[in-house]
């Protein structure tokens, strides 16, 4: 019952992301940003497909996937700097920027967080409540640092080509900004869905008889 649960969830989840990369990919602002936004959602759908039945995960964390793909995929369709909704929220807020990417951002601390996480305590890692989270916020910080390095290594191959996939604005604090950003969404996960995350996790492994679940 549970598997079907999950595969209906899977299946879902995976026409909502393909249906906003063909909306997103027919005539985005810039394509080359489009391809680099929205690779990491192309990547992610296959291994969730061939990791369903022998490493399922957590209906949480598969929601929270196709979340962010579908954050990557507006921002890459508009690119960071240019979606309707940030203009909206720069409007009411008045703000010097949109504010779009930082929403990118938070979502790159928030779901790798739960997903660090899920990894940590199925997989047997880390003991102790204290060091699950400070490694699984470790995770997200490298992969923030990773992401940044990326957008530095675009800069230098790319020149002015690169602007719309940094999302800069004008903003020299930006690369700090998109950091902390990620790092506030890691915290905020860890506080707000630690307990909902560990009855998932406890129901997966009952369901499934998974000996790697949450004791």
């Known amino acids: 019952m549970a598997e079907a649960a999950t595969h209906r969830l899977l299946l879902a989840g995976t026409v909502l992301v393909l249906a906003l990369l063909l909306w997103s990919g027919i005539q985005p602002f810039d394509r080359a940003t489009w391809i680099m936004e929205t690779l990491p959602a192309m990547i992610v759908l296959p291994l969730l497909w061939a990791t369903r039945r022998r490493f399922p995960l957590t209906p949480l964390l598969y929601a929270l996937v196709f979340l962010h793909c579908a954050v990557l995929i507006v921002g890459g369709a508009y690119t960071y700097a240019r979606v309707p909704a940030g203009f909206a929220v720069q409007d009411w807020f008045d703000l010097a920027r949109n504010p779009y990417d930082k929403l990118g951002h938070f979502m790159q601390g928030f ?3 739960l997903a660090a996480r899920e990894l940590f305590i199925r997989l047997r890692v880390v003991n102790g409540n204290l060091w699950l989270s400070v490694l699984s916020v470790c995770v997200v910080m490298t992969v923030s640092a990773l992401y940044e ?16 996939f940094l999302g800069t604005q004008g903003d020299v604090w930006d690369t700090q900004s998109d950091m902390f950003f990620a790092l506030i969404g890691a915290i905020t996960a860890l506080v707000v869905l630690r307990r909902r995350h560990n009855r998932q996790l406890r129901t997966l492994a009952n369901a499934s008889g998974d000996p790697h679940g949450l004791q």
Do not use: R
């Open 111 to 113: 779901v790798p967080a």
């Open 149 to 164: 390095l990326l957008e530095w290594a675009a800069a230098l191959a790319m020149g002015q080509g690169a602007d719309e």
